[in-house]
């Protein structure tokens, strides 16, 4: 079975009959990242279906939303543990035995609040980053950290983040993924040693990995389309609509493909994709009727999910996108 069918069938038979829980109580089910480390998604950066990885996280999204979110931090760890060749970490990362969260507090586009100094043979990293996901859930955080002082970026492992003493958590308290136990963190002196480095840029280098990252992302309001779209298929009356925005949503699936070279237009497509998901919710909540209004109905958690597909992972080019979608200006 390929990644690709195995998510589908995770998303369809594990992830979505237990959503509307995982919504209500804050809690995703360990069995849920046990299933994904047995079918070797944990793994797919570094596999030969890396291609697919957009539409897997696109599936586990539609599925469970905080499962897939959390899921989906743990590859900008493992892509950097193989880029330094870090042949044990990388195994462990990949069969889902240790799993990472990640950090881009220390880079431009994040504003660059965490920052790292060295200090005898090691670092000490201060600051804060704003948002950090899977929060005890996770054991090892690869937080992005800049060196002013040598103009680099440097990625820095911390093992067990959530027991490390000078690192301050606060919870967040999130519209949509509270189960994906999103923190904001300050960092009081922690010290790392040289060994925990395993990436460095320089820092006026423009990120080499930006388009995938756009592409990757998007697959919040994709996997959003899709599950309020699941949402429209069980209702009699409205297939016709339901057909048409899963037209309009596999056209743009297709369109991100082919834009990898042009990050501008991922931008544009992705507040296509931010847009759609807010109307295809907004139609869930039509065809459900009044029970949609009640707390913890499908419709009014996949319209929780739609706004905050609108401000994760955005960029100034993405909002302008939505803005001009929304109010053609």
């Known amino acids: 079975m390929s990644l690709l069918d195995a998510a589908s069938r995770i998303a369809e038979t594990v992830l979505a009959p237990a ?62 543990a193989a880029q330094d060749g870090r042949h044990e970490l990388v195994a462990e990362l990949a069969a889902g035995r240790t799993r990472a969260a990640v950090s881009y507090a220390g880079l431009a586009l994040q504003g660059r609040t965490l920052r790292i100094t060295p200090d005898g043979d090691g670092y000490l990293l201060n600051g804060g980053s704003a948002m950090v996901t899977g929060w005890g859930l996770t054991d090892l955080l690869g937080a992005w950290a800049h060196d002013a002082e040598r103009g680099e970026d440097l990625m820095v492992l911390v093992p067990r983040p959530h027991r490390t003493p000078g690192i301050d958590a606060t919870l967040l308290s999130l519209v949509a993924a509270r189960a994906s136990r999103t923190v904001g963190l300050r960092w009081h002196g922690v010290r790392v040693g040289r060994d925990a480095i395993i990436g460095r840029r320089p ?50 699936r297709a369109a991100m493909n ?72």
Do not use: K
């Open 19 to 80: 959503a509307a829980e995982v919504d209500a109580t804050g809690v995703v089910p360990d069995s849920h990242f046990a299933a994904l480390a047995d079918a070797g998604l944990y793994g797919i950066a570094t596999s030969d279906e890396a291609a697919s990885a957009a539409e897997v996280a696109e599936l586990l999204v539609s599925g469970c939303r905080a499962t897939g979110f959390v899921w989906a931090q743990h590859h900008g760890v493992l892509t950097a």
């Open 203 to 252: 820092a006026d280098r423009p990120p080499s990995t930006e388009a995938i990252g756009t592409r990757l992302n998007g697959a919040l309001s994709l996997g959003t389309c899709r599950a309020a779209l699941r949402q429209l298929d069980t209702v009699d009356d409205v297939a016709e609509q339901a057909a048409a925005g899963r037209r309009e949503l596999d056209g743009i």
């Open 258 to 329: 082919a834009a990898m070279d042009d990050v501008d237009e991922l931008y544009r497509l992705r507040g296509h994709a931010a847009d759609l998901a807010v109307r295809l919710a907004a139609a869930t909540v039509a065809a459900t009727g009044s029970h949609a209004v009640l707390a913890g109905s499908d419709a009014e958690r996949l319209t929780r999910e739609a706004v905050f597909c609108i401000v994760c992972a955005t960029r100034p080019g993405i909002r302008a996108a939505v803005l001009e979608r929304t109010l053609g200006v």
